[in-house]
């Protein structure tokens, strides 16, 4: 797993370019491809039933599966930061495709609470997603880790209880979006857990 983050992060401003505007579209060696790969079809999936709205910042709690074992964490999606369509222009080949659209970054506030230090980087914030005005936004892979005030996955091997991290996930949204919603869950598939902020 580290091996192939590390290979994605060297490679990150190829994967940007690529995978900017595949509106929800998954990359070629990341295992964000196994939770992305069925997200084109997906893209304005309705909400499940069970979905809990939570104000900014108010904490949930949740299981989650590193590797073979089972850490419980303390996940509250803390700020999103909006950018402008000309900071998004830089990070796509073609400025021209970033037209109308801005960069969402997701803030996410993380506590280990309960199992084994971790061995590997986190899985934790994969199911992160993004929504604005009810429709999912395109994953920007490799954005994240160089936001101000986000920290880098591959720093938080043997990540143990007590410790708390601030992890993002960067989406490209239409500009003008009125709301902002934050999805995360504890596993694939599972109840999701939603923050709403304002757009920008």
């Not at 990359?27 to 309705?46: F, H, L, M, Y």
């Not at 590797?67 to 400025?95: I, M, N």
């Amino acid at each position: 797993m580290l091996h192939r983050k590390t290979a994605l992060r060297v490679a990150a401003p190829v994967a940007v370019l690529a995978l900017a505007l595949t509106a929800c579209g998954g990359g070629d060696d990341k295992k964000s491809d196994d939770k992305k790969a069925d997200t084109a079809k997906s893209q304005n999936k309705p909400k499940p039933e069970e979905e809990t709205v939570l104000p900014a910042g108010k904490t949930t709690s949740g299981k989650v599966k590193e590797d073979e074992a089972f850490v419980t964490y303390d996940v509250a999606a803390e700020k999103v930061d909006v950018g402008t369509e000309a900071e998004t222009k830089k990070l796509v080949s073609d400025p021209k495709q970033a037209k109308g659209l801005v960069t969402a970054t997701a803030h996410m506030k993380i506590t280990h609470k309960g199992g084994a230090p971790l061995t590997d980087t986190p899985d934790v914030q994969d199911t992160t997603e993004i929504y604005a005005d009810g429709t999912r936004g395109g994953l920007l892979i490799g954005a994240a880790e160089d936001a101000p005030g986000c920290e880098d996955e591959l720093d938080l091997e043997g990540w143990k209880k007590g410790e708390t991290h601030v992890l993002c996930e960067t989406y490209l949204i239409p500009k003008g979006s009125k709301s902002i919603e934050v999805r995360w869950s504890a596993k694939e598939d599972g109840d999701q857990v939603s923050w709403k902020f304002a757009g920008k």
